[in-house]
């Protein structure tokens, strides 16, 4: 297949996307990841000029996440809740969008679908936005149609869109400036962040923790102790921290010649400002990964478990697309209970080592590379307009 020309693009010269409205559903399911992509995707398009409702059941994690979303004051996205999707008096006074996204398949509600469908509009481009993925099922369900065979909206169609490493995926959510925004924070940004929160910087090896309540969070307090260089650890608030007063009611001296600071839960301007300056990320889930592939330090990521180990097929597509080295693979496999933490498996902290050295480089070299795919609103707003204008899918590859 050729490149449609409505997705013939580049990274430095997007197309540009006319304004559209765009009703983005979210149910969360657990952990901060859905509303996390889904809020970060309504910012981005706001900021880009679209006027986005966002329709989430569970919408808490907004009030720290972004500062000022429940309260409107994020120009150009409304968040509003699921159920008044489905009142008839909310319904009655919305202009229908242009765009419909539904948040990693969760389902429309049936009175939202059915109101639109009375109403004398043609129906929206809808657009199912899938998890994040490696794997090589990725690239050939990205941009597919799938009709709808019943209900109200019945012969509309939904188009599946994924997220992914490659040029022939929906790319990575990626804000217009971001790396340029984080070359220019510098060492001046790690002083200046730390303090904004009240701690205070002795110049020792920052290492982000970012994980579920399951991570073998004893090995790593133990390797971390052994580190050549004196050590912060910046832990997270939720499971993260749980997890490291486990670990330390079972073995109090793990903390020894440790500093261990508490982070409250920050916005994700702050979140992704700490990746920026920590010297090793400990990531979980979809977004996190993410803004730790854009930070350009070595990491490690916890992946989301899965039914059946699904999720280990997922990790190992990662690794091999990214074609992480020895040490790096090790502790990925290691820290998501692949296999035990060996004593030895070194982590990289400081330059000293060979290994260190290579993981460094590894890190910093995905943002540049992964940075040359257009990102992901781009791809989609061209998408979007495809589907509007040619009445089906432009064709992706
Ligand atoms: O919270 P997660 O584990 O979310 C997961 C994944 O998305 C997974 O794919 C999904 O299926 C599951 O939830 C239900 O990890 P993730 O995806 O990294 O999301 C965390 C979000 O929280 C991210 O947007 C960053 C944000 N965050 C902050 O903004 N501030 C903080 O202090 C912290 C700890 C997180």
Same mark, same amino acid.
């Given at each position: 297949m050729?490149?449609?020309?409505?997705?013939?693009?580049?990274?430095?010269?997007?197309?540009?996307?006319?304004?559209?409205?765009?009703?983005?559903?979210?149910?969360?399911? @657990?952990?901060?990841?859905?509303?996390?992509?889904?809020?970060?995707? &309504?910012?981005?398009?706001?900021?880009? %000029?679209? !006027? =986005? #409702?966002?329709?989430? @059941?569970?919408?808490?994690?907004?009030?720290?996440?972004?500062?000022? &979303?429940?309260?409107?004051?994020?120009? %150009?996205? !409304? =968040? #509003?809740?699921?159920?008044?999707?489905?009142?008839?008096?909310?319904?009655?006074?919305?202009?229908?969008?242009?765009?419909?996204?539904? %948040?990693?398949?969760?389902?429309?509600?049936?009175?939202?679908?059915?109101?639109?469908?009375?109403?004398?509009?043609?129906?929206?481009?809808?657009?199912?936005?899938?998890?994040?993925?490696?794997?090589?099922?990725?690239?050939?369900?990205?941009?597919?149609?799938?009709?709808l065979m019943s209900g109200p909206a019945k012969g509309w169609i939904k188009h599946f869109f994924y997220p992914g490493f490659t040029p022939h995926t929906g790319g990575l959510l990626r804000e217009p400036g971001l790396l340029a925004q984080r070359n220019t924070f510098g060492s001046d940004g790690r002083q200046a962040f730390l303090r904004g929160l009240g701690i205070a910087d002795h110049g020792e090896a920052l290492v982000t923790l970012f994980c579920y309540a399951h991570a073998p969070v004893a090995e790593l307090l133990a390797h971390l102790q052994g580190a050549r260089q004196g050590v912060h650890l910046l832990v997270t608030h939720g499971q993260a921290a749980s997890a490291v007063k486990t670990a330390l009611e079972r073995a109090p001296k793990a903390a020894e010649g440790l500093r261990i600071t508490h982070l409250p839960l920050l916005s994700q301007t702050l979140f992704d400002q700490l990746l920026w300056v920590s010297d090793l990320n400990f990531v979980r889930g979809e977004d996190s990964l993410v803004r730790a592939l854009w930070a350009g330090r070595p990491f490690v990521w916890q992946i989301y478990p899965q039914q059946d180990a699904a999720h280990l097929t997922k990790l190992e597509a990662f690794l091999s697309e990214t074609n992480a080295p020895g040490p790096t693979r090790d502790w990925h496999l290691q820290w998501n209970s692949v296999g035990a933490v060996r004593a030895n498996a070194p982590l990289p902290l400081g330059n000293s080592t060979q290994d260190s050295a290579v993981w460094q480089a590894w890190a910093a070299a995905l943002a540049p590379r992964l940075a040359q795919q257009a990102d992901l609103v781009t791809q989609l707003c061209a998408f979007v307009q495809g589907v509007a204008s040619e009445g089906q899918a432009p064709k992706t590859r």
């Open positions: 050729t490149a449609s020309p409505a997705l013939v693009q580049t990274p430095d010269n997007p197309l540009p996307a006319p304004p559209m409205l765009w009703d983005i559903f979210c149910r969360v399911i @657990d952990n901060f990841g859905d509303v996390g992509v889904c809020w970060r995707l &309504a910012a981005d398009l706001a900021a880009r %000029g679209h !006027t =986005v #409702r966002l329709w989430l @059941d569970d919408a808490q994690a907004l009030a720290w996440m972004a500062p000022g &979303a429940l309260e409107s004051r994020w120009p %150009g996205v !409304t =968040v #509003r809740p699921w159920n008044a999707a489905s009142d008839p008096g909310v319904l009655s006074t919305l202009k229908p969008a242009g765009v419909w996204i539904e %948040g990693f398949g969760c389902e429309l509600p049936e009175a939202f679908v059915a109101w639109r469908a009375s109403v004398q509009a043609a129906p929206p481009v809808w657009i199912n936005l899938e998890y994040l993925s490696a794997e090589s099922f990725v690239e050939r369900c990205h941009g597919l149609p799938s009709p």
